[in-house]
């Protein structure tokens, strides 16, 4: 089985990116997994913090290794914007893939300080197992939540400075860069800006380090190609997801009011994650 590391470096040499889903429950895990599998690409399997407590650290883990090794298929498990050293190190003792410790709203050397805690921690681990941990860090604030927002929150969306991230990199050691390039957390009724490809550019040759485009949700098909031709890895998106699930439970409750069967209750939701998971690896799978 190839390591989450190798698959990033494989879509970084096809010119294509990863897609990174995150779950609440098990539909969604299912969803995700289907379409992948339906396109034959890797996937990442997103908790954050709140999803996390949800679905169970342990559980999380067991339940993609269970696929993984089952299916002999690569999907992997992130710890999805963890904002504390503790919580990244009880994700890594549990056997996550990769971590995401999210200083951004640090200044940026306490983002360094404590991102630098946690690439030193994964490295430990790594060395003493077999495993091959991932950390990733965010520089340059693109707003937090994945909900519907009105507008751009206060504060987000100031674009992470090129030399800045070639020293924060230098500084920390991390493996990938979530750089804040036009993307917003969330959808935005308004709109989102687009991706600034320049800066993508720019930012990867001076970090040198894989990027990774977080704020998916409610972005243009086109600045997801013109992104991952640009620099991008791996794309995050969870709010289009949560919106469908949401939206597919409504109307299957609306529809049939007898139900009782929750997995007769929830399919309709599964199959709305699976048909905007599948269009979007499509999109940056460079896919028709
Ligand atoms: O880490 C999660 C993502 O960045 C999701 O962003 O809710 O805008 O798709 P999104
Ligand atoms: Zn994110």
Do not use: W
Request: glycine fraction near 8%; hydrophobic fraction near 40%.
């Amino acid at each position: 089985m190839k390591t989450l590391r190798e698959c990033v470096k494989e879509a970084e040499d096809k010119g294509v990116a990863i897609g990174h889903f995150n779950i609440s429950n098990l539909e969604a895990l299912h969803a995700i997994y289907n379409a992948a599998k339906k396109l034959d690409v890797p996937v990442i399997i997103g908790v954050s913090e709140g999803e996390e407590k949800f679905v169970g650290r342990e559980e999380a883990v067991a339940l993609v290794k269970v696929i993984r090794e089952r299916d002999n298929y690569p999907i992997y498990v992130n710890a999805d914007h963890h904002y504390s050293f503790e919580t990244v190190k009880a994700t890594i003792d549990a056997g996550f893939d990769a971590v995401i410790i999210d200083g951004a709203n640090l200044s940026f050397e306490e983002n360094v300080k404590v991102t630098k805690e946690c690439v030193n921690y994964a490295r430990k681990v790594s060395s003493e197992t077999s495993r091959d941990i991932l950390v990733e860090a965010e520089l340059g604030y693109i707003g937090s939540g994945s909900n519907i927002k009105d507008t751009i929150p206060e504060g987000a969306g100031i674009k992470t400075d090129p030399e800045e991230a070639r020293k924060f990199v230098e500084l920390t050691g991390i493996d990938m860069l979530a750089p804040s390039v036009g993307s917003i957390h969330g959808l935005i009724k308004s709109g989102k800006p687009h991706i600034d490809t320049e800066l993508v550019k720019k930012i990867r040759q001076t970090a040198g380090v894989p990027l990774v485009l977080h704020g998916g949700s409610g972005l243009r098909d086109e600045d997801f190609t013109n992104g991952v031709k640009a620099g991008i890895s791996i794309v995050h998106i969870n709010t289009e997801i949560r919106v469908a699930y949401v939206e597919g439970l409504k109307k299957s409750l609306a529809d049939k009011p007898e139900e009782v069967a929750p997995y007769k209750v929830t399919e309709p939701a599964e199959k709305a994650v699976e048909k905007i998971v599948e269009n979007r690896l499509k999109l940056f799978n460079m896919m028709k």
